[in-house]
């Protein structure tokens, strides 16, 4: 809670009287931090499925797979790591948590750029 609070001082610093501005940047930052402290897991990267063709002593071509896979770029360069097959539903589940926190970072800068410039362009030149 001592976050909220920093977050109400900081913003009546900037807004002075406007109450209502004031408690409606307060409550939609809360609720993408409160949104965000709910992610209890996040994994970054692309899961993919790759499957293997090889060809027999009889000459029937025999599909070994799915393998799975998970990438990610870090630093510039490309890590990858084979996943086992139990472990690719909660892997999946890690990427969309991923992509959450993702938007959710991109709405509250969204939130706190335009309060920013509410106070900074107080005479329109936004």
């Known amino acids: 809670?001592?976050?909220a609070i920093y977050l109400s001082i900081n913003i009546d610093n900037h807004y002075g009287g406007d109450v209502r501005m004031k408690e409606k940047?307060?409550?939609?930052?809360?609720?993408?931090?409160?949104k965000m402290k709910d992610i209890k897991t996040m994994l970054r990267g692309?899961?993919?499925?790759?499957?293997?063709?090889?060809?027999?002593?009889n000459g029937e071509i025999r599909v070994w797979g799915p393998y799975y896979k998970l990438q990610c770029w870090r630093n510039g360069k490309n890590h990858s790591q084979r996943?086992?097959?139990?472990?690719?539903?909660s892997?999946?589940?890690?990427?969309?948590?991923?992509?959450?926190?993702?938007?959710?970072?991109?709405?509250?800068?969204?939130?706190?750029?335009k309060s920013s410039k509410n106070v900074r362009f107080k005479d329109g030149e936004k």
């Open 91 to 113: 892997i999946r589940k890690d990427l969309k948590e991923w992509k959450l926190f993702k938007s959710l970072c991109d709405e509250f800068a969204d939130i706190t750029e």
């Open 46 to 57: 692309k899961l993919s499925e790759q499957y293997y063709n090889r060809t027999d002593k």
């Open 25 to 34: 940047i307060v409550c939609q930052r809360m609720e993408i931090l409160e």
């Open 1 to 3: 809670m001592g976050f």
């Open 83 to 89: 996943i086992p097959a139990d472990l690719v539903e």
